[in-house]
């Protein structure tokens, strides 16, 4: 499948603006103002002069009136590190899901590079795959689009394992959007949390889709899991079905009340939306976007 | 048990396994493919809970398949069935058609739309089957059309208050007899008996009718008879009126089985019309509370003697009081100027209206043609009985000559010793005449009693004829000569030609006026039946059954049809539903 996104939609994303609730120290100056004062244009405050700091910052001007050195200090504008953590497992093969978790990826790496931000997509499934640091500038959005358009979905979903292998790297702290249907046996409440735990901030894209939350086939069924290949005879009953629909619906609704509770991010992106009203105005309702 | 028959039952059991193996059937299941078993998991856990519940609606489930099957069979199988019923012969359906066949039963039907029921079952039931009825013989069939035997039904009902005669058919192979046992009538055992009776109170008319008075004083009197045919006592309103006039209004205490009898005496003159009618709580019958009756002798009927000397004949009528005569001259005489007509040698061009008594008339063409030469003293031979003749002595009757007439359609009651005719009749479509061929002045009619009694005896026949006595409801034969019959309702009944008559069906009580070769008259229908109304009782054993319902009246197998239609619906209801299994 290519993905393409077009130029109005792109347009678009350039005047959004990856707000984070925090601000991340960078490496690079970037139009997110860090805490840490340094090079930047924006004055900010004063404080007294001591040994060995940059005498190009005394502001003399002061020194004449006070009789005081006091150096000026500006807040440094730093780049945000924004982790795409995109599921790739095999329960993400149906063709609507996996295309709608490579268009937000798309977009939300396009706002990150139009922004200067240091953006980093990491696929994953049973483990991590291969990053994919495409640079600077939204120029590289193509490169970014081939490498997403390249991926393929396969193995088990293993979010401890994953989530754990990214984290025991080092990296800097920023925004992790983990964007996957959550489907894991083993719950995904706990890698998440992880994140958090090691200082970043956390976004879950919670993606699902109408064959994942209903079942529309009555009667005596097998059902194959795609991922594991474990087989289940069911006969599916309207009072089956709806028992289904519950769970899912359960689901969907105990990660959406972790994440409050841990002041994460959550937005349930199903594949029946249109692809820009999420990134628009429901990724706006969730205060990702601003 | 028959091979076919067996063959059937064997479908109908193929059917039933067959249905228990497809239900027990483990067929494939789909393969569905699904991103995680996780959820699953979790319905599966709930749905273990509920596994009794599965298994009843599974063996429910299987119950009503295995139903379905076997209905489907059985109604699938019913032409096998037929095929035994062919290959046994033909079924003869006799229905009682009497009138105690309208009575009532307590579920609001009655005793006739249960007989219908039943016989639609039988004739269901397969094989060729022939319908017939006690009052009409056999209506439809032998057929295995049942839509046939279905529409005869329709087209039937009770018409007799007598038993009728036992329809005959020469191969019948069964013979089942519907019938509430009213009247009795022999039955040969092999008959198998469909009992529609059931007890009913009731309280109808028994006889009614009209007579002249014995006495002197004249007039007439009437006779009624009412009877309560309940195992309690009943009030009852009885009235008899007289056209208009009410002749009897009174209430009655009617005491279980008792019978209530009443003279009724009736004036010379006056309206001819009679009518009865009582009324009740407790009465099942309807056609029995009313009765009507004739005086005949109270229309005056009015007679022209047409001759060139009327006198003779005036003055031999004179003195009856329910005529009244009047002499014309030939050149007086118009066609529709009298009830009976004495043309007295002389005869018009063409017939009257009215019939007539025509005298040793000349040669016209409606009469016949008068020859040339007299036969001196003839000798009177009655030649066949005929109501003319009544009260005639021939003896006393002396003719000095006659004259031979050539008389085509007429009936020659009376002729001479010689051949030639005295007196002749002609009763068809076209004229309803008396000929004398001999003149009172050939003849001894002041001292002789056979000419008047004779001459009389001729009006009589022409202007009222004598039909018959009162009758039951049913089909009545009457003269060759009527041309029109009207029911009391202002209908005109159909007339079939037979033989040397018409019959009329007359099938409810009340006054028919027929109309007979220009003479009109009177025909009186009444019930009158003590075995009709009394519908306590029956003729039949008690082995033969009691009252059937009268639902259920179409083929069984269409019923068989529409319940497997049902029960299908039934299960693809709850299959989606998922109330079964």
């Known amino acids: 499948m290519t993905l393409r996104l077009d130029h109005d939609f792109l347009t678009k994303l350039e005047y959004l603006h990856v707000v984070s609730k925090r601000a991340f120290a960078g490496q690079h100056r970037a139009d997110r103002l860090a805490q840490k004062r340094g090079r930047g244009l924006e004055f900010a405050d004063h404080r007294a002069y001591s040994a060995g700091d940059d005498f190009r910052h005394i502001d003399w001007k002061a020194y004449k009136r006070l009789n005081r050195l006091l150096l000026r200090l500006f807040d440094e504008e730093q780049d945000l590190p924004i982790y795409l953590l995109i599921d790739i497992s095999r329960s993400m093969a149906e063709a609507a899901k996996f295309d709608h978790a490579r268009r937000i990826a798309a977009a939300l790496c396009y706002v990150g590079l139009a922004h200067l931000d240091h953006v980093t997509l990491v696929p994953f499934a049973g483990g991590l795959g291969r990053e994919i640091n495409p640079g600077r500038g939204k120029g590289r959005i193509f490169r970014v689009l081939q490498q997403l358009d390249a991926l393929d979905a396969g193995g088990t979903t293993d979010l401890a394992e994953s989530l754990k292998q990214f984290s025991s790297r080092r990296r800097r702290t920023g925004l992790c959007v983990v964007i996957s249907d959550f489907l894991d046996p083993k719950g995904p409440e706990d890698p998440v949390k992880m994140l958090s735990v090691h200082g970043h901030e956390v976004f879950a894209i919670h993606v699902t889709s109408r064959h994942d939350s209903h079942c529309d086939v009555y009667g005596e069924v097998r059902l194959l899991d795609i991922e594991t290949g474990r087989t289940q005879d069911i006969d599916v009953t309207p009072a089956a079905a709806a028992a289904h629909h519950r769970a899912f619906e359960a689901h969907a609704a105990a990660l959406a009340q972790f994440c409050a509770r841990y002041r994460l991010g959550y937005i349930r992106a199903d594949v029946s939306q249109p692809f820009e009203d999420i990134v628009l105005n429901a990724f706006r309702s969730g205060q990702f976007l601003a | ?581």
């Open chain 2, 1 to 581: 048990m028959s091979v076919a028959a067996m063959a059937g039952w064997l479908l109908v059991a193929a059917a039933g396994a067959a249905a228990v193996g497809v239900f027990r059937l483990k067929v494939r299941p789909r393969r569905v493919t699904v991103s995680s078993l996780v959820l699953w998991g979790h319905v599966l856990a709930e749905r273990r809970d509920q596994t009794w519940w599965d298994r009843v609606r599974w063996a429910v489930s299987l119950v009503v398949t295995v139903l379905i099957a076997v209905v489907l069979a059985i109604a699938v199988a019913r032409p096998l069935m037929r095929a035994r019923g062919q290959g046994m012969g033909r079924t003869l359906l006799i229905v009682d058609s009497s009138l105690s066949m309208l009575a009532k039963t307590r579920d609001g039907g009655t005793r006739w739309e249960h007989a219908m029921a039943e016989v639609r079952r039988q004739a269901a039931a397969g094989g060729e089957v022939v319908l017939a009825t006690t009052g009409q013989g056999i209506v439809e069939g032998p057929t295995t059309d049942l839509s046939l035997i279905d529409a005869a039904l329709d087209s039937i009902h009770p018409r007799s208050s007598e038993a009728g005669q036992w329809p005959r058919l020469g191969q019948a192979d069964a013979i089942h007899f519907f019938t509430d046992g009213a009247l009795a009538r022999p039955l040969s055992p092999s008959v198998v008996v469909h009992s529609v009776y059931e007890e009913a109170a009731n309280i109808g008319i028994t006889a009614f009718g009209a007579r002249p008075a014995t006495s002197e004083a004249g007039g007439a009197e009437a006779y009624l008879e009412v009877g309560n045919f309940t195992s309690r006592a009943q009030p009852a309103r009885i009235t008899v009126t007289r056209g208009t006039a009410v002749l009897v209004d009174r209430q009655l205490d009617l005491a279980p089985r008792e019978v209530f009898r009443q003279v009724i005496q009736l004036g010379a003159t006056g309206d001819p019309r009679l009518r009865a009618h009582v009324k009740a709580q407790g009465d099942a019958l309807a056609i029995d509370d009313e009765a009507f009756g004739w005086i005949e002798e109270a229309r005056v009927v009015d007679v022209a003697v047409v001759s060139e000397r009327p006198s003779v004949f005036t003055a031999l009528l004179a003195r009856d009081r329910s005529l009244r005569v009047r002499g014309l001259k030939p050149q007086d005489y118009q066609p529709r100027g009298a009830d009976v007509f004495i043309f007295d040698r002389w005869a018009p061009a063409d017939p009257p209206v009215a019939p007539a008594l025509c005298v040793a008339p000349p040669t016209v063409n409606w009469v016949g043609v008068r020859g040339e030469t007299d036969e001196a003293l003839p000798r009177w031979v009655p030649v066949e009985p005929h109501v003319l003749l009544a009260g005639v002595d021939p003896l006393t009757v002396d003719i000095r000559k006659v004259r031979r007439y050539q008389l085509a359609t007429a009936r020659v009651v009376s002729a001479s010793d010689r051949g030639a005719p005295l007196v002749a009749v002609r009763d068809d479509a076209l004229s309803r005449l008396v000929l004398f061929a001999f003149a009172p002045e050939d003849a001894n009619p002041e001292v002789a009693a056979a000419f008047p009694i004779l001459t009389g005896n001729a009006i009589e026949w022409l202007a009222r004829p004598h039909l018959s006595e009162p009758g039951p409801p049913g089909p009545r034969l009457l003269p060759a000569s009527t041309t029109r019959i009207t029911a009391p309702s202002g209908k005109s009944l159909p007339l079939v030609q037979t033989g040397d008559g018409v019959v009329a069906q007359m099938e409810t009580p009340g006054l028919y006026l027929v109309e007979v070769g220009g003479a009109r008259s009177v025909v009186v229908v009444n019930v009158n039946a003590p075995d009709v109304s009394n519908l306590a009782t029956t003729t039949l054993p008690s082995s033969a059954g009691p009252l059937r319902g009268l639902t259920g009246t179409g083929p069984w197998w269409v019923r068989a049809v529409w319940l497997a239609f049902v029960l299908v619906l039934a299960e693809w209801w709850t299959w989606a539903r998922r109330i079964t299994v």
